[in-house]
């Protein structure tokens, strides 16, 4: 016997993300396609809240 809510769950709809910025790994920053920091632009920090990368954890075991 299922479980009822697997008889009725239905998943959500996953668009792709579309990231407007790139990472940099000669000036080790994210940059937009223009060549700016994605930092400096307050619209890319309102839509995706952060510009983190992930270039900290592949270089220093202790993070």
Same mark, same amino acid.
């Given at each position: 016997?299922?479980?009822? =809510? %697997?008889?009725?769950? #239905?998943?959500? @709809?996953?668009? +792709? &993300?579309?990231?407007?910025?790139?990472?940099?790994? =000669? %000036?080790?920053?994210? #940059?937009?396609? @223009?060549?700016? +920091? &994605?930092?400096?632009?307050?619209?890319?920090?309102?839509?995706?809240?952060?510009?983190?990368?992930?270039?900290?954890?592949?270089?220093?075991?202790?993070?």
């Amino acid at each position: 016997m299922k479980p009822f =809510a %697997l008889n009725h769950a #239905v998943p959500a @709809d996953q668009s +792709p &993300a579309v990231i407007p910025y790139s990472y940099n790994a =000669a %000036l080790q920053l994210n #940059v937009l396609p @223009d060549g700016r +920091p &994605a930092i400096s632009d307050r619209g890319v920090l309102l839509e995706c809240g952060t510009t983190t990368s992930t270039a900290g954890s592949k270089t220093h075991f202790d993070d």
